[in-house]
Structures are given as C-alpha cells and as structure tokens.
C-alpha cells in the first residue's frame, strides 16, 4: 500500500500525461476520505521516500484536523501537533514545501484548538516554549522555529481561516475568530515582537555571510515574523484597503515601551544599510507599519521625539542618491497629520531634516517627494500650533528645485535623445496637481519665481525667431522650457482652491496669466509654418485651471485678475477671455489637418475640455460668442480641414471627430429647443455627406476608399451629436433624420464591409449610442412607433453583421478580437442598451 500511495503521489505532481494525473487524483481523493487516512498518513511520514508523498501525508492531516463533523478528539491532536514538532526537529532538510506544509498543519492545529482545556490548562497556546528548542539548536532549525511562529501569526490574523471553525458551534465563525485572535494578540504577540526583535539584533550584530543560504533564509524569515506581528489586526477591522483611516496601525497600550525606545525603530534603518538590497522591501515594509503608528500611543513630546528619529532616519536613506521612492513612499505618507492635527508640521519640517529631501533621486521618486510636501503644505490651513512650522522656509525652495529640474532636464533630454516626461500627460498631470498645493503656500515667491523664468525664455524664444541663424536645437529647447511654464503657471492657478486666497494673489495670478496669453499670440502668429504639439497641449491644460478658477457665477466680478488684464490686454471680463479662448481653438482646429501641427490629442482637448464650461450661465455666455456661432454654422472641411477626406491618415485618426461634435451638439442643444429649422441648418453638411455615400452606392463603381472615409467620418459626428442630445426632444429630431432615409446606407455599409473592423465598428458604435436610453430620452409615447422601428433597425443590422461575419471563417488567432469578437462586443450593447 505504502508503494501504492508513493506511486500515485508522484504521478499527481510529476505526470504531464492528463489522463492519468486525473486517475491518480481521484484515487488519492478516495484516499483521504477513508477511515484509515489518519494511521496511513503516520505512516508514509515514517517511512515514506518520496517528498510528495509526506506533502501528502501532511496535506490530508490539515484537512483531517479542520473537518466540521466529526473532529478528531483533544487527545489525538495533542499527539498531533507534538509528533509534527518532532518530525520537524528531527529532520530539518526535509524539501521546503513539506516544512511548510507541516508549519502550516501546526498553525491550523493550534489556532483551532486555542480554547481547548485539558487539566485546566490551555494546551495549545505555548507557542513560544514549542519553538524554544529550534531557536537553540542550528541555523536549519531556527529558520523552522522561526516560520512556525510567522505562520502562526499570519494564520490567526486571516479572517479566511474562519472557513475551517465548526459550524455546529453556537458562536458565529467570525465571532469566534476574532475572540481567538484577541486572546493571541493579549498573550503572545508582543512576546512573539519581542523575539523577533531581539533575534533581529543579534543577527545584525554577527558578521552574517549572506552568501550562505541557511543564514540568508533565516534573516528573511525573521523580517518575515516581524512584519506579520506589525501586520496584525489589532481591533478586528478587516482592514479595507480602500479607506485611508484604517491605515492606521492600532497598537496595543501594553506595547507603548518598544516604540518609545528608539532602538527598536534604529534597528530597522540600521538594517536596511547593512544588509543586501534584495531585502529592503521587506526592510521597509517593517518601517511603514511602525511610521503607521497610531498617535494617541504617545503625548506630543514623545510622538515629536518618535517622529524625529522616524525622519532621521528616512533622510538617511535618502542621502543614498540611487534610491527609489516607489518602495519608501508610504513612510512619508505617514508623516502628515491629516485631520487631527495633534503632531503639527513643525516635527517634522524643523531643523535640516526636510531641508534634505531634495531631487537628485531617481526620476521615478519625484512623485513621492511631491506627494510628501504636498500633504505638509495642505495642513497649514489647519494648524493650531504656536510653534513654528518652518514651511514658509522650506516650501518655496521645494517649488523652486521642481521648476528648475524640469526646465534644465529639457536641454539635457533633447541632446541625449531621453525619454521626455512632457510626453506622458497623465504624469504630468499627476505631479503638477500635487505642486499646485506646494505652490500656493509662500504664493508670493512662487509667482515671483515663475515671472522671472518666464521671462526670460519668452525673451530668449522671442530672440531667436527673430534670428535668421537660429538653430532648431535652441528653438526645440526654448519651446520646452515654455511648455513646463505653462503648465507649471495653470497648476498654481488650480491651486487657488487650496488656500484662502488674497486680492493680491489675484493680481499675482493676472500677471501670470497675462504672459501666457501673450506667449499665445506670438505661437498662433507661427502655426501656419510650425507648431509645437506639447506647447499647445499645455495652452490646453492653462484654459482649463484658469476656467475652474476665474469662469462662472462665483466668481468677483472685481477680481484683480481681471482689472490686470484689462490694464495690459485690454479684457474687461471673463466674457472677453472666453472669446480669446475660443478664438485660440478655432485657430488650432482649422491648422490641424491642414499642415499638421497639432494632432487628434489636441483636438479632443480643445473640443472636449475648453468648450464646455462648467456652469450653465457660462456655456449661455460661451454660445452667444461670435466665433462659437462661426462653428456651429461652419463645421465643414472647407474652415476646418480635419473634417475633410484625408487619403494618407489612417481610419482611426478619424475619433477625435466624435469629440468634436458632441462639444458643438452640447452648444447647439442650449438654445435649440424644438427648433427643427436650426437643426436643419446645423445639419446641411452631414446630410450632404449622407447623399455622397448613397449617390456612391447607386452605382456599380465606386471610389472604395473615399466611399470608406466619408463613411466613417460621418458616423463618427453622428455619434457624438448622438451622445450630446439626451433630451428627448432633440433626440428625435436626430432620429426623424436618420430614418428612413439614411438606415439603408449604414445597413448597405455593413453588407459590404463587414470584413473591415475600421468601417463596422464606428457603424456598430453609433447604433449601440442610438438605442441607449441616456436620460430616459427613449421613452416614447404609448402612440408612437418610433420604438418598434429603432428596434427593427437596430435588429436588422445585428442580423446583417452577425450572418456575414460567420462566412469569415478561420481566422489568425492575433486579429480574431479585431475581425469578430469586437463587434459582437458592440452588438451586445446595442441589445443591453435597447429599453425594449
């Protein structure tokens, strides 16, 4: 039988041929449920030859000891749990995965049991004395004593593991869970810390060889222990990761001395210097738990004197200039009170230490530095503290090393051909809403800074257009500085919001705000010839702080922006601002596909951001404004050239189209009402595009291509005119117009290029958008059959779609999402979305 056993073990794990893994399952299945399962598994222990015959042996007696009926009695798991801890000393080398399928059948013994009396005694919970002897004996055996009690740890902490209590028990499992790991934490896990600590120290203080593996495992295990006594659920919160409160580590009263000692935390900076890299996470993971200390452990005083050596060492590791951020950041993070400020910014932003969190750091750090001083500089508002904080010191020198590091790193990515940060907007994005915290505070050095840098590149820039001898170089580097600027200028701008904001502030942002108008003027003058993309796009970005900020009812109309701008531009008020704003996209639309400096990225920013304020009264004031009217009534390729059939770009460079129109449909919809003939107007030029392609299929040859483009130029306006009118009442005006008359030529489209994803699926996309019941606005009349024949349309192009493209028939397994599975995606949502 014991051959028997070995034989199927190593045909489960060892096999690849399926069928017989699976015989080899099932009749080890049958194995474990057998009445004797419990002496054949001592017996493959003792005398098995296998590993995976004792995995085996030890997976089945964790499932023996975690059955709901019919437990084994007290006794036999005593006998258990000691014979395991034997077999455990006796053979230290056993393969890793059968220790830590015993470790595992030991904490599942002891968390299960950890009621359970004999004699009046708790016979389960002397877990320190069951290890004692391996942390004696050798390296191999401390590692075992050592994972036995992580494992322990970490098994009484996972709420998972409620799944094994008895279900006839009278108490719920959760319940009873949480009683056993409050007794554990009351009883044995400071003790549990405590030698985890101690074995830490003497570790560090012996010259480990790393090399060896033993001793290699053995500080693994021991960072392992640690962090999972850190990690503990101290008050049964279940900790959802989602909530920024239960960050906090609530650490027991009766644990207040191993943190007030300032050895414990040394301990683990003195760590991660001495030890190999391949344990800083692990290292630091230690750290973010004792940094995530709850602070009613402490009175100010020792919370101050904490927090100290918390930063000092932090700026140690810092000094080390390869280091990263990614890993550290959560320390930092845990620095900054957020609304309980009993510990204010001035513990930490004393002295020298966060003089030193500088930028020389990799790239990839910058965020988390930000992310640090952003949080100090968002507490101001709200500290009470008398003492001083030293942010008015610290945070301007902070603003001033970002400003500067990204305008000098332009020369240096351009001449080296680097990676430019400019081209991922969302960073970007991300680090210019955390300065524009820290540029607020201290705003009259920030302002004063940005003027002076502006300035001069903007006069440099200036001098070199002038200059017959300029070299593309100096251009390229000049219109980088002046896109960080921009950017920079429209993120302090946003962060108006974060402080209580002074009059002055105000005229400080109309002078800033002034330069990048006029910036603006000198680029619209050179985009005929040459224009910079990522300049544009952080115009772009500038328009939408400053309409948040300056553009709406909440706004003075005394503002001393405003007067600064009337004074240098002559704009009187946010009316006039809207009209140079628009003015700049209409200029940017009618280039773009013209000569191509701008690509569909602007585009969609332009259309989709800039034009649609957010307030009602603004959009009414935005609509009544001659250049919005101009493209209302103009959206034709002849006044803006990416509208036209461009045979060179590609058929998706089309999207931004679907941007476009749902921008002017939103604008038309403000005073559109019922009124048919203005939408008429409004749609001359898609209805003759829609009499193009049907003239086109009228007759037996036609130009494929151009016939394509002006396809699938079209149905992308349809959709996002589709996506702006969800009132009913405009609605059915788009739906009067398509149909009858235009459905035939989308369902013809489909008949013939079905096999083109580019074609079908912008046609599929306006569907699934004219069948969605966005604001109830399919809810027609009991009378009415418009229902009835959009859903007649939309089932007679599903039906088109679904029988051509089944005679595709194989396809190449890369393009089979592309060539079918895609518009059947789409297919899905027209039905989903149908109210019918």
């Not at 302002?447 to 840098?453: D, G, I, K, S, Y």
């Given at each position: ?27 080890l299945v049958e194995f474990t449920n057998s009445p004797e399962c419990l002496s ?182 021991l960072l392992k222990l640690t962090h999972n006594c850190l990690n503990f659920d ?354 940017n639309l009618k280039y773009w596909g013209r000569c191509e400096p701008i690509t ?237």
């Amino acid at each position: 039988l014991l051959a028997q056993l070995e034989n199927l073990c190593k045909q489960l794990y060892e096999t690849t041929d399926t069928g017989t893994r699976l015989q080899a399952e099932k009749a080890l299945v049958e194995f474990t449920n057998s009445p004797e399962c419990l002496s054949k598994c001592q017996l493959l222990l003792e005398r098995g030859s296998s590993s995976y015959s004792q995995l085996l042996a030890a997976t089945c007696l964790t499932k023996l000891v975690s059955r709901t009926n019919n437990p084994l009695p007290l006794e036999q798991r005593i006998d258990i749990r000691n014979y395991v801890l034997n077999y455990l000393a006796t053979r230290p080398k056993l393969a890793t995965f059968v220790t830590q399928a015993l470790i595992q059948l030991y904490a599942r013994i002891t968390k299960l049991g950890w009621f359970d009396c004999q004699k009046d005694e708790y016979v389960f919970r002397n877990v320190i004395n069951d290890v004692t002897r391996f942390l004696q004996d050798s390296v191999e055996h401390c590692i075992i004593g050592v994972t036995i009690l992580s494992q322990l740890t970490n098994e009484i902490n996972q709420v998972s593991a409620t799944a094994f209590l008895s279900e006839a028990d009278t108490t719920h499992p959760l319940t009873k869970h949480r009683k056993i790991a409050s007794s554990f934490r009351d009883s044995s896990l400071f003790d549990i810390f405590t030698l985890s600590c101690s074995l830490l120290k003497q570790a560090s203080g012996k010259n480990l060889n790393l090399n060896d593996e033993s001793q290699h495992g053995l500080l693994m295990q021991l960072l392992k222990l640690t962090h999972n006594c850190l990690n503990f659920d101290f008050i049964g919160t279940s900790t959802d990761e989602s909530s920024d409160d239960l960050c906090t580590v609530q650490i027991p009263t009766s644990w207040r001395s191993a943190f007030l000692d300032s050895s414990t935390l040394q301990l683990f900076f003195d760590l991660y210097h001495s030890i190999p890299p391949s344990f800083s996470p692990l290292v630091l993971s230690c750290l973010v738990q004792i940094a995530s200390v709850r602070r009613s452990l402490f009175n100010n005083a020792e919370r101050a004197k904490f927090l100290s050596h918390l930063v000092d060492g932090v700026k140690r590791i810092l000094e080390n200039p390869q280091v990263s951020l990614a890993a550290l950041h959560p320390l930092p993070s845990h620095f900054i009170p957020k609304k309980s400020f009993s510990c204010p910014p001035g513990h930490l932003a004393k002295g020298e230490n966060c003089a030193a969190l500088h930028w020389e750091f990799a790239p990839n750090s910058v965020h988390y530095l930000l992310s640090l001083w952003q949080r100090l500089a968002a507490s101001v508002p709200y500290v009470k503290a008398t003492e001083p904080h030293m942010l008015e010191t610290y945070t301007p020198e902070v603003t001033k090393a970002y400003i500067t590091s990204r305008l000098e790193s332009v020369h240096i990515i351009l001449r080296d051909g680097l990676e430019d940060p400019l081209e991922d907007t969302g960073l970007v994005q991300q680090q210019l809403d955390q300065l524009s915290t820290i540029g607020r505070c201290e705003y009259e050095k920030t302002c004063a800074l940005l003027v002076q840098l502006f300035d001069q590149s903007a006069q440099s820039y200036q001098e070199l257009l002038q200059s017959a001898s300029a070299s593309p170089m100096d251009l390229a580097v000049q219109e980088g500085r002046l896109t960080w600027l921009v950017y920079i200028i429209g993120a302090v701008i946003g962060g108006r919001v974060s402080f209580a904001s002074t009059d002055e502030q105000d005229a400080m942002d109309g002078e800033l705000v002034c330069r990048v108008l006029q910036l603006m003027n000198l680029t619209d003058s050179r985009l005929a010839q040459a224009g910079n993309e990522k300049l544009e796009l952080a115009m772009l970005s500038f328009f939408e702080q400053f309409r948040k900020i300056y553009i709406g009812d909440q706004v003075q109309k005394s503002s001393k922006l405003y007067r600064r701008l009337s004074e240098v531009l002559g704009l009187n008020d946010e009316t006039m601002v809207l009209s140079v704003f628009i003015g700049k996209i209409i200029t940017n639309l009618k280039y773009w596909g013209r000569c191509e400096p701008i690509t569909s990225k602007t585009l969609q920013l332009n259309s989709a951001a800039s034009l649609t304020p957010c307030t009602y009264s603004s959009v009414r004031k935005l609509v009544k404004l001659s250049a919005v009217q101009f493209m209302l009534n103009n959206h034709t390729s002849e006044h803006f050239s990416f509208l036209g059939i461009n045979n060179q770009s590609n058929l998706t460079d089309m999207r931004c189209r679907t941007t476009f129109y749902t921008a002017l449909g939103r604008l038309l919809m403000v005073d559109l009402g019922e009124d048919e003939d203005q939408y008429e107007q409004f749609m001359l030029p898609l209805t003759a595009a829609f009499e193009a392609v049907a003239q086109m299929f009228s007759t037996n040859s036609f130009n494929e291509q151009e016939a394509k483009r002006t396809l699938v130029g079209l149905v992308r306006d349809l959709r996002g005119i589709a996506f702006a009118f969800n009132a009913k009442s405009s609605f059915m005006m788009l739906f009067e117009w398509i149909y009858p008359s235009y459905m035939p030529i989308l369902q013809r489209a489909i008949e013939l290029w079905y096999h083109d994803p580019a074609c079908t699926t912008p046609v599929l996309k306006l569907m699934a958008e004219l069948v969605h019941n966005r604001s109830q606005r399919l809810q027609f009349d009991v009378s009415s059959p418009n229902g009835i024949l959009l859903f007649r349309e939309t089932s007679k192009m599903i039906t088109t779609y679904g029988n051509r493209i089944l005679t595709l028939g194989e396809v190449p397994k890369d393009q089979v999402y592309a060539l079918k599975l895609k518009g059947m995606e789409w297919l899905g949502m027209d039905w989903k979305s149908h109210p019918a």
